[in-house]
């Protein structure tokens, strides 16, 4: 009975959704510890290290840790989106069903609140220091203007995921990319807005915190800027064609979204079809 239980919870998309909430608490974990420990002494006064050099070391460990999810089986079966952005981008290209966009989005807030519940049991004087991440414009930055500044940074980023992952020989370095170019945006876009890119990193924060006055911010940037790319990404057709939703394709995990670098006989026929 337990194994017919198993079996039928497997051919459903759940374990991909639990992968996502797994995989972005593991991100975000890792982010806001980041975040801690760059910026808790540096509010509470002058310190040698410039904020330059510590916002580019919290994208390192924020690029790092998705690269290192996106690599691991939990990221090799569900695609390590991580991000409600990434999700709605695939969603647009077509290769991400309506059903399992909402249930990724959905498991990426639950591991963005898990993730800042665990962040504040352990190191709760820490997430106090540096008013428990929460993403807000910066000073004299209007919140429309935030917002596009979102926009922009998600785009780069979603942009990068899809022009890597629209060749097989660039698609199995998507995380290293992401990687480097995480702490570029962040060091660019953290001191104007925070650098979420993410609505799921948001999420946690605003929760928790009950801070939501700029959370729409932190929803519409991203998800516009996300939509933006993928749109274009999708009229380019043959020139720029999306081979698979997954950042680390691995032909030994299936695929519940469409793709294009599936070896198996179901996966090609399901791709075909869908």
């Known amino acids: 009975?337990?194994?017919?239980?198993?079996?039928?919870?497997?051919?459903?998309?759940?374990?991909?959704w639990i992968c996502e909430l797994v995989g972005t608490m593991m991100l975000l974990l890792?982010?806001?510890?980041?975040?801690?420990?760059?910026?808790a002494a540096y509010h509470q006064g002058p310190t040698s290290i410039g904020a330059f050099v510590?916002?580019?070391?919290?994208?390192?460990?924020?690029?790092?840790?998705g690269a290192l999810?996106?690599?691991?089986?939990?990221?090799?079966?569900s695609g390590a989106h991580l991000n409600p952005a990434v999700s709605v981008a695939f969603f647009v290209t077509g290769h991400v069903s309506w059903k399992n966009l909402l249930g990724y989005i959905a498991f990426q807030c639950m591991g963005?609140?898990?993730?800042?519940?665990?962040?504040?049991?352990?190191?709760?004087?820490?997430?106090?220091?540096?008013?428990?991440?929460?993403?807000?414009?910066?000073?004299?930055?209007?919140?429309?203007?935030?917002?596009?500044?979102?926009?922009?940074?998600?785009?780069?980023?979603?942009?990068?995921?899809?022009?890597?992952?629209?060749?097989?020989?660039?698609?199995?370095?998507?995380?290293?990319?992401?990687?480097?170019?995480?702490?570029?945006?962040?060091?660019i876009g953290a001191p104007l807005?925070?650098?979420?890119?993410?609505?799921?990193?948001?999420?946690?924060?605003?929760?928790?915190?009950g801070m939501w006055s700029n959370f729409w911010v932190y929803c519409c940037g991203p998800v516009c800027g996300a939509v933006a790319v993928a749109g274009i990404a999708r009229r380019m057709g043959w020139h720029l064609r999306i081979l698979t939703a997954k950042l680390f394709h691995d032909i030994h995990y299936r695929?519940?979204?469409?793709?294009?670098l599936a070896q198996d006989v179901h996966e090609i026929v399901h791709a075909l079809h869908s």
């Open 193 to 209: 807005t925070g650098a979420s890119m993410n609505p799921a990193r948001s999420f946690g924060p605003a929760l928790l915190s």
């Open 69 to 77: 999810v996106a690599y691991l089986p939990i990221g090799r079966l």
């Open 255 to 260: 695929s519940i979204h469409r793709s294009l």
């Open 1 to 16: 009975m337990i194994r017919s239980l198993v079996k039928r919870l497997w051919r459903t998309a759940l374990p991909e």
């Open 112 to 187: 963005g609140v898990c993730a800042m519940l665990v962040w504040l049991h352990v190191l709760g004087s820490e997430a106090h220091a540096v008013g428990d991440a929460v993403t807000r414009p910066g000073l004299h930055i209007p919140a429309l203007a935030a917002c596009g500044i979102e926009a922009a940074l998600t785009a780069a980023l979603v942009g990068t995921i899809l022009y890597f992952v629209a060749s097989p020989g660039r698609a199995k370095w998507t995380p290293v990319a992401v990687w480097c170019l995480v702490p570029i945006l962040v060091c």
């Open 54 to 65: 510590r916002y580019a070391v919290v994208g390192a460990v924020f690029g790092g840790a």
């Open 30 to 39: 890792a982010g806001f510890a980041a975040i801690g420990a760059a910026f």
